[in-house]
């Protein structure tokens, strides 16, 4: 089974830890990042010595240090077209991102080359004085009899189109009220490692190691001690119903 995980960042790093130490055969890593010191306390495998070395090479050589599993390190960015051939190989793809453009390639990618998907997200919001109001989890399961992203509202177009302006025109469309800049999301290493806990679990629900009754979607609430899972709606009308299958017919598009 060959495996690639995009963005390897505190939940992607504990994937493919996890991964390695399950026995997946091969794992392709793909990040374009280096590691800073925010990332260190998160990120499975570095210490402060790795700070600006790419994540991807960190990783790799963790992995080599209590596995045989092989590892290709992709130091890029996945939303590069020419990239996307060299994924398509793969069995399953799980996307860490952290940005909507690169899980909307993603999604096309799972979409018209038949490869399960799937995609994991973290979110924790602070009241501004230390507290935190909201810390949760989502994993969500993209097949060809799954919803897929944009089905479930995950991915937003305008938003896409914002993360790919300039920072010149970010600016002033926010002078003019028509944009607000999105904060940093903090983290930490706890809900990073159980989403990615979650996302491993999806991927043996897929081999049937959970039966048949698996749910396409699970959402974690800590703060309000919640779980949800549930099999979102396929939209008729959604991208993924006319693009399923296509493959190289269709060129993928960040």
């Given amino acids: 089974m060959t495996v690639t995980v995009i963005g390897v960042g505190g939940t992607g790093s504990s994937v493919a830890v996890q991964l390695a130490r399950m026995g997946v055969r091969r794992l392709r890593l793909v990040d374009r990042d280096v590691i800073d010191d925010t990332n260190v306390p998160r990120v499975y495998g570095s210490t402060t010595a790795d700070i600006g070395k790419p994540k991807v090479i960190v990783l790799k050589n963790h992995i080599a240090s209590f596995s045989k599993t092989q590892v290709e390190a992709v130091h890029r960015d996945i939303v590069s077209n020419d990239l996307v051939h060299a994924i398509v190989d793969s069995d399953v793809l799980f996307g860490c991102t952290d940005n909507l453009t690169s899980r909307s390639v993603l999604n096309a990618i ?104 698996l749910s396409s979607r699970t959402q974690v609430e800590v703060r309000d001690d919640l779980v949800i899972h549930d099999n979102p709606k396929i939209l008729t009308n959604c991208v993924c119903r006319e693009n399923a299958g296509l493959g190289d017919s269709r060129r993928i598009v960040g």
């Fill in 110 to 213: 799972s979409i018209q080359y038949y490869i399960p998907l799937i995609d994991i997200g973290c979110r924790i919001l602070g009241d501004g004085e230390g507290s935190i109001i909201q810390a949760a989890a989502k994993v969500q399961l993209v097949t060809p009899d799954t919803a897929c992203l944009w089905c479930t509202g995950t991915l937003d177009g305008k938003l896409i189109l914002q993360e790919s302006l300039k920072p010149a025109e970010k600016q002033k469309l926010e002078t003019e009220g028509y944009y607000k800049t999105i904060e940093r999301q903090p983290s930490i290493v706890t809900l990073t490692t159980m989403a990615a806990s979650m996302g491993l679990n999806k991927l043996l629900g897929i081999i049937g190691a959970f039966g048949p009754n």
